[in-house]
Every structure is written in C-alpha cells, then in structure tokens.
C-alpha cells in the first residue's frame, strides 16, 4: 500500500529577514520537512493574494497557523484571509504555532478556537507557543522544543488522515 504524504499548508504573515515571527515560521517549516508524513506548501500573506487562498486551502490535507499576538487576539490581516476561504476549512485539521509577549501568543491560539470551529474546522489541543526569549540565532533555547513540534505534528498527522479519509468517503454536510 502506498501512502501518500499529507499536504501541510503553514500560513503565516510575514517572512521578511529580521522578524521574530519569520524565525519561527522558518524554524517550524524545517520541522515540518523533518516529519516524512508532510509535504510543506508555506504560504506568505504578504506576497499571495488572498484569491488564491480557497484553493491551496482546499489542497492540504491540513493547516498550521503562524501568527503574532497583539493585544491579546491574532492580528487583522490574519482573520481576512481565514474569512477569505470559508467551505474549504470545513472538516479540516487547524493547529497554531503563535509568539510573542507574555504569553508566548498562546491567547492568539485561543482566540482563533472558537472562530474555526465556526467554519466546521477540527483544531487540535497542542500548539507551540514563543517569546523573543525562546529564540537564539533561529533555533529555539528549550532543547525540548522540537520533541513538542513533533509531537504536534503526529496529532495534526492523525486527524489529517482521518479526516481526509472521511471527507473522501463521505461529502461534508452542509
């Protein structure tokens, strides 16, 4: 039997040299390449425009969301492009890699929860969070961080299959 790899799109804002955000989103993506299970197609909302949103969405068998925390929420352009896709996200697997402040962005995560779950999406429990801190020369400090990646990694992995598989059999509901 001959496994097809999952399609992973990590969406992210930004991937300009120099930002916070572009290191984690780099980091995770060579994460991702570790995992054999995933084909990466990285998505830069500053350079694709939102119109070809809907398909790769549609495409991937799942989704990771790189996002920035400000003021305790994901930032504006980030919801723009989610409302941008609709029927797409419905029985998809969602998980979030999200920075900064206090928090590591983890309310980010939590705040866009509840807004997949509108759109029919199955977000999974883990998520990586990071300050500033966490990160030196690109890598992340904690030596654990990566065994946490890809323990996500196997939970997205899992409810991508499942949920291709079930989406293939049986067209999702209306």
């Known amino acids: 039997m001959t496994v097809h790899p999952l ?3 990590v969406l992210t804002r930004n991937l300009d ?4 955000g572009t290191a984690v989103t780099r980091w995770f993506a ?17 350079a694709v425009p939102l119109v070809e949103l809907p398909r790769r969405i549609d495409d991937a068998d799942a989704v990771i969301i790189v996002t920035a925390e400000y ?5 504006g352009d980030v919801k723009t492009a989610i409302d941008a896709v ?13 920075y900064g402040g206090r928090s590591g962005g983890l309310r980010a995560a939590e705040q866009l929860r509840p807004v997949f779950g509108e759109l029919h999406a199955v977000t999974i429990r883990d998520s990586l969070g990071f300050r500033e801190e966490d990160f030196d020369g690109g890598e992340p400090t904690d030596p654990t961080t990566s065994e946490a990646a890809a323990a996500m990694l196997r939970q997205l992995a899992w409810w991508a299959r499942s949920l291709r598989d ?3 059999n049986t067209p999702y509901p209306e």
Do not use: C, Q, T
């Not at 040299?17 to 916070?20: N, T, W």
């Not at 609709?86 to 999200?98: I, Q």
């Open 166 to 168: 079930a989406r293939a």
């Open 17 to 20: 040299g120099g930002r916070f």
């Open 86 to 98: 609709r029927r797409p996200w419905y029985a998809k697997p969602v998980g979030f890699v999200v």
């Open 30 to 46: 060579r994460e991702v390449e570790r995992a054999d299970e995933f084909k990466l197609d990285l998505i830069d909302l500053s």
């Open 71 to 75: 003021n305790h929420a994901y930032p």
């Open 7 to 9: 399609r992973l799109v």
